[in-house]
């Protein structure tokens, strides 16, 4: 069990990485050499030293292999011509078509493509899985935005494989179809869809029957996933090792069953377990056979082939096997939550167990498994999602039973017998199921802030001292040490000073300004408050916003901001075109309007009065000065607002740090405007490789000519400064490196004197 540990360990390791060093291949020679003249304990340790070396060694090497097929920058955005065949069921959604790309090959001369690609089809044309086409494409490296909370885009696609991602031109022809396995189990799976569909209509309830037998969950409104997230029932929904081990179960329960009668096999709990082990496979086959279910599937290989090798092993001993066993084949699975909370789960369920001297009634098994899963998977949300909903167990009790023994089972059988009738019950259920959920998607969540590793160990902690065997004593002072996990509160700026963090929102613009006990948002960007947003707001500890400013009506700077009304409370909302807003108790930014927080003034320059023309000519200004230290932000302002601010007010408009204007575009950051505000770091906000060509070389080249040192989100992920008696920052992507993700010039992070 060391061995199999020291090996976790190691890949583990390797995944938080900075960089890969050279000559990690030849770490384990050193533990090895000295193997041979040790012994007792020594001799132990440095097995385990060994192990973990190789480990070590081995997720290195795995990674160089994985990077050397990454996208050459000089081949970014230049059309590549490709052959490619369709892998998966295609996501159709409302500004096209995504697909998966088995790369065959690329026509043009000297370019490089990764095996797998992402593309999206604008133009919503029909991708038959398994179909080969000859296209013409245009690609990006793998990229994601970079914050400190919520969920890694980046780390996602490096652990998924997907190093590239593009759009489809209009050119493309198909070629003969791939005949493979994989290929018709796509076809088969695009036909369900499309008889589900067909019975049930298009709607919530052909959708959750499509993702529960064929995998299909693209085809889950976002509403409906909200909904899952909100009472923590997310796993339920897709097809995972939840629902692969419970229809092995009892594939496995019924072979038991009916070797009792037919005497077919010598060991009938072998055979049973093959069967179990069989059907499992075809059902993760069935529903695409994502990486989820491969693991699961792993895991029970390992099972089987124990019981089948007669190999007495613990139940410790086979989770650490299985574990290895799973890092192995997929080193990069060490990046996913969802393998630490599978493993997880199933630990804490075995160590609660320990020292029962006889099993468990049938009742009292189901609540020691409710409340060791409940327990031990406290602190991983926590950590990992920045908080659970506190109906979460109430919800899992209900749902789990009735997705994996009633609704999952009957769709399985409704999709795999010809009858359509049989699809019309599975319809009902899962209309029973919704209710449920919306019932208890009301219920409140708590959310934590990110805290330091000593607070998650003291958790981690307090999690196993509760799940220990009875007898074990302690146990109350054990739950009082989960309380600076739940109560923690990262410390607020001195008075006098302020802290801003511009988000990395993509294309788009959200500031965050704390003072010591104030916080104020500008702009949320684009898309979902849940994507980025409310998870950077709930992990950086702030419970509610007293100022949100929606500087103008755009999307990439208030298309979030429903759900951040939604999600958080807001004391006052103002607008540069409130007019224009369908918000609760919106106010215009009106100029010449200031207040000041703990020693820090916020004043409103813009809009100008009667201002006319467009959207942007209509942007809220904010200036932020505190006792040193100013920060000017004015949205989307253009030139000519710049201007008429810089005359009227040139004398006050110095500023230490300005967010660049209009995400960097040649429209604003006028010469004027610069002398006026004589930045000493200034910041763009926009979408890496954006499809506007933010921020314009010319804009760049006009703010180092004014002395300003240049921080981009696109590059350096979300930025941290600290406007204190000196100016100082941080970038997200330099704080935590790690060989798998992009890394910016930020800087040393102190300004120069």
């Known amino acids: 069990m060391l061995l199999m540990a020291g090996w976790v360990a190691g890949i583990a390791l390797c995944a938080v990485l900075p960089f890969l060093p050279q000559g990690l291949y030849w770490l384990p020679l050193f533990p090895a050499a000295a193997i041979w003249r040790s012994s007792g304990m020594l001799r132990q340790g440095l097995l385990g030293v060994l192990a973990l070396t190789a480990g070590l060694a081995y997720g290195g090497w795995r990674a160089n292999l994985r990077l050397a097929q990454e996208l050459p920058p000089a081949w970014a955005q230049r059309p590549i011509e490709l052959v490619a065949t369709v892998r998966g069921l295609p996501d159709p959604g409302e500004y096209g078509v995504r697909l998966a790309l088995e790369v065959e090959s690329t026509l043009t001369p000297g370019a490089a493509l990764p095996a797998k690609v992402q593309v999206h089809d604008y133009l919503k044309r029909d991708w038959p899985p398994g179909s080969r086409w000859q296209l013409n494409a245009r690609f990006k490296p793998r990229r994601g935005s970079a914050n400190a909370f919520g969920f890694d885009a980046e780390q996602w696609l490096w652990s998924e494989g997907m190093l590239a991602s593009g759009s489809a031109g209009k050119g493309r022809r198909r070629l003969e179809d791939r005949h493979d396995l994989l290929a018709w189990v796509d076809a088969w799976r695009a036909r369900q869809v499309a008889r589900i569909e067909r019975v049930l209509r298009p709607g919530r309830e052909s959708a959750l029957v499509a993702a529960l037998t064929v995998g299909a969950q693209q085809r889950v409104a976002r509403e409906d996933w909200q909904l899952f997230s909100a009472t923590g029932l997310t796993h339920i929904v897709s097809i995972s090792g939840l629902h692969i081990t419970m229809l092995a179960g009892l594939v496995a329960w019924l072979g038991m069953r009916a070797l009792r009668f037919l005497p077919l096999a010598r060991a009938p709990r072998v055979a049973a377990a093959w069967a179990a082990l069989a059907a499992a496979t075809g059902y993760a086959l069935l529903a695409g056979f994502s990486v989820p279910t491969q693991r699961t599937l792993f895991m029970l290989a390992v099972g089987c082939g124990c019981l089948a090798w007669r190999r007495r092993l613990s139940a410790f001993q086979a989770w650490w096997l299985a574990l290895a066993v799973v890092l192995l084949i997929d080193p990069f699975s060490v990046l996913a939550p969802g393998l630490w909370l599978s493993f997880g789960l199933v630990a804490a369920l075995m160590f609660s167990s320990l020292a029962r001297r006889a099993p468990a009634g049938r009742w009292r098994a189901v609540w020691d498994g409710q409340w060791a899963a409940g327990v031990a998977s406290l602190a991983p949300l926590a950590a990992m999602f920045g908080g659970f909903p506190l109906l979460s167990p109430l919800a899992n009790a209900w749902a789990i039973p009735f997705v994996s023994v009633l609704l999952t089972p009957w769709c399985l059988l409704a999709v795999a017998l010809p009858w359509d009738s049989l699809l019309l019950p599975a319809g009902w259920l899962v209309q029973g199921f919704y209710l449920g959920v919306e019932w208890m998607a009301k219920g409140p969540a708590w959310h934590v802030a990110g805290a330091p590793w ?180 004015s949205g989307d302002a253009p030139e000519a607002v710049e201007n008429a601010l810089a005359e009227r007010w040139a004398g006050r408009l110095r500023s230490s740090v300005l967010i660049a204007g209009h995400h960097g575009s040649r429209t604003s950051s006028s010469d004027a405007w610069l002398a006026a505000t004589q930045p000493q770091l200034a910041i763009v906000s926009a979408g890496f490789l954006n499809r506007y060509r933010h921020p314009h070389p010319q804009v760049l080249e006009r703010l180092r000519r004014h002395g300003a040192r240049v921080l981009r989100t696109d590059q350096d992920g979300a930025l941290t400064i600290e406007f204190g008696p000196t100016l100082s920052w941080r970038c997200l992507r330099q704080d935590q490196p790690r060989y798998w993700r992009a890394r910016g010039a930020c800087g040393d992070g102190v300004t120069p004197d």
């Open 454 to 633: 000593p607070v998650w160990g003291l958790a981690g902690l307090a999690s196993a001292w509760l799940l220990a065997p009875r007898g074990v004593a302690g146990k109350p002072l054990a739950a009082l040490l989960m309380l600076p996990m739940l109560a923690y509160r990262p410390a607020g700026p001195a008075p006098g000073a302020f802290r801003a963090t511009v988000l990395d929102v993509g294309q788009g613009l959200a500031v965050l300004v704390q003072t010591a006990e104030r916080a104020l948002l500008f702009d949320t960007g684009a898309g979902e408050a849940g994507r980025v947003v409310l998870p950077q707001l709930r992990g950086l500890g702030v419970p509610r916003l007293d100022v949100l400013i929606l500087s103008h009506h755009d999307s990439d700077h208030d298309g979030a901001a429903a759900g951040v009304l939604d999600g958080i409370p807001v004391s006052r909302l103002l607008a540069g075109q409130p007019q224009s807003f369908r918000l609760r108790g919106a106010q215009l930014c009106r100029q010449g309007e200031s207040w000041v927080w703990d020693g820090v003034r916020f004043d409103i320059l813009a809009p100008l009065a009667g201002v006319q023309g467009e959207d942007n000519a209509h942007s809220c200004v904010l200036q932020v000065a505190g006792e040193k230290q100013a920060l000017m932000v």
